[in-house]
């Protein structure tokens, strides 16, 4: 048996240590927001944070990340009231700001890749708090294993809802 903690909760996992993440967190803990693309780590749609760093979880045995802290979309709004010391009537009610702001700028279409990208997003702003479009750009095609893919073209919606993401953090910044 597999310790990880998935969603700020310990998880102990009955699959084989050379399972890839990606099934063990879909098929046997019911996480449905890592999105199997390509299986070859090459589109982005099953990435996932690991102590805060993207992975992609298709390639990711289960084993590589025992006792380590994965975070999911699912995840990301328990993940910033944490780190906003937010009361859990507060945290109740709280989104990402990354999530907010692909709600507000609608940024999916199809959704595959949405996931994904939401991750890497998640990333940058935890580094850069006020990227530009080329650093947005950088961090979504040139780090990493390989870009991340988005087959609907909803790039410029991206691009829209990471700047709105920001704002949304430097909001929450001043308001704490």
Not at 48 to 62: A, H, K, W
Not at 73 to 82: N, T
């Amino acid at each position: 048996m597999i310790r990880i903690m998935v969603n700020g909760e310990m998880r102990t996992v009955q699959s084989p240590p050379d399972t890839p993440l990606l099934y063990v967190l879909r098929n046997e803990l019911n996480v449905m927001s890592p999105k199997f693309g390509c299986g070859l780590a090459q589109c982005g749609a099953c990435s996932v944070l690991l102590d805060g760093e993207e992975i992609r979880s298709c390639v990711t045995p289960v084993d590589a990340v025992a006792d380590r802290e994965v975070t999911t979309v699912e995840g990301l709004a328990a993940r910033w009231a944490k780190q906003r010391n937010l009361s859990s009537d507060q945290a109740a009610r709280t989104l990402h700001p990354v999530q907010e702001a692909w709600i507000e700028e609608q940024v999916p279409q199809c959704g595959i890749c949405q996931f994904g990208m939401m991750i890497k997003v998640t990333e940058l702003l935890d580094q850069n708090p006020k990227p530009t479009d080329a650093e947005i750009k950088a961090a979504l095609t040139e780090s990493g294993p390989s870009p991340h893919l988005c087959r609907c073209a909803s790039y410029a919606a991206i691009l829209d809802g990471v700047h709105r993401a920001a704002q949304l953090m430097s909001e929450g910044a001043r308001h704490d």
